[in-house]
T-cell receptor, first 115, second 111 residues
Framework: KAGVTQTPRYLIKTRGQQVTLSCSPI?????VSWYQQTPGQGLQFLFE???????NKGNFPGRFSGRQFSNSRSEMNVSTLELGDSALYLC??????????????FGAGSRLTVL | QKEVEQDPGPLSVPEGAIVSLNCTYS??????FMWYRQYSRKGPELLMY????GNKEDGRFTAQVDKSSKYISLFIRDSQPSDSATYLC???????????FGKGTLLTVNP
């Protein structure tokens, strides 16, 4: 069974640019979650999508957005990049059918560096 | 007060030692407790999953949950150099689908 696939794995951008990250979940998983991981803050929840609808959202500014397609693949976008957006962005998938018991399977992450 | 507190370490132990990793939390709604392991340059992988209070054992790993104290632990017996990684506690509960993570503890097991 293929795991969660994230692309690209590494990318470098400059301040003010925008970036789009892609995530393909495990086959059959309808929920996709996104997390930002930094050394100072650890893993912070960005948002979660289920059947193309955003079901949960974390405390990030509106520059961070996402979407999910009918095949459950998801993308997240960060506009007007800031230096502080440098982080590992992790995508995770799950069946998403039992509230409170959402066991996540993570991808390897997309490492974003903002210069 | 953060919802989940975890000592970031780093923790360095000799091969064969018993390792104890801990997290405390403040949200009484948490009922599902997980431990993830993250190797360098990889995503986190699920190690242990428990519901409510009690113990769960899987090989060299034992997870304990004490909901009355809002305290969870992961014990690693006979630690191996391959156990060297960052260990993240995570928890969830209530009506939402997100996990709340601790910051992770960096463990090094020295041969």
């Amino acid at each position: 069974k293929a795991g969660v696939t994230q692309t690209p794995r590494y990318l470098i951008k400059t301040r003010g640019q925008q970036v789009t990250l892609s995530c393909s979940p495990i086959s059959g998983h309808r929920s996709v979650s996104w997390y930002q991981q930094t050394p100072g803050q650890g893993l912070q929840f960005l948002f979660e999508y289920f059947s193309e609808t955003q079901r949960n959202k974390g405390n990030f500014p509106g520059r961070f957005s996402g979407r999910q397609f009918s095949n459950s693949r998801s993308e997240m976008n960060v506009s007007t990049l800031e230096l502080g957006d440098s982080a590992l962005y992790l995508c995770a998938s799950s069946t998403g059918t039992v509230a409170g018991a959402n066991v996540l399977t993570f991808g390897a992450g997309s490492r974003l560096t903002v210069l | 007060q953060k919802e989940v507190e975890q000592d970031p370490g780093p923790l360095s132990v000799p091969e064969g030692a018993i390792v104890s990793l801990n997290c405390t939390y403040s949200n009484s709604a948490f009922q599902y407790f997980m431990w993830y392991r993250q190797y360098s340059r990889k995503g986190p992988e699920l190690l242990m999953y428990t519901y409510s209070s009690g113990n769960k054992e899987d090989g060299r790993f034992t997870a304990q949950v004490d909901k009355s104290s809002k305290y969870i632990s992961l014990f690693i017996r006979d630690s191996q150099p391959s156990d060297s990684a960052t260990y993240l506690c995570a928890m969830s509960g209530g009506s939402n689908y997100k996990l709340t993570f601790g910051k992770g503890t960096l463990l090094t097991v020295n041969p």
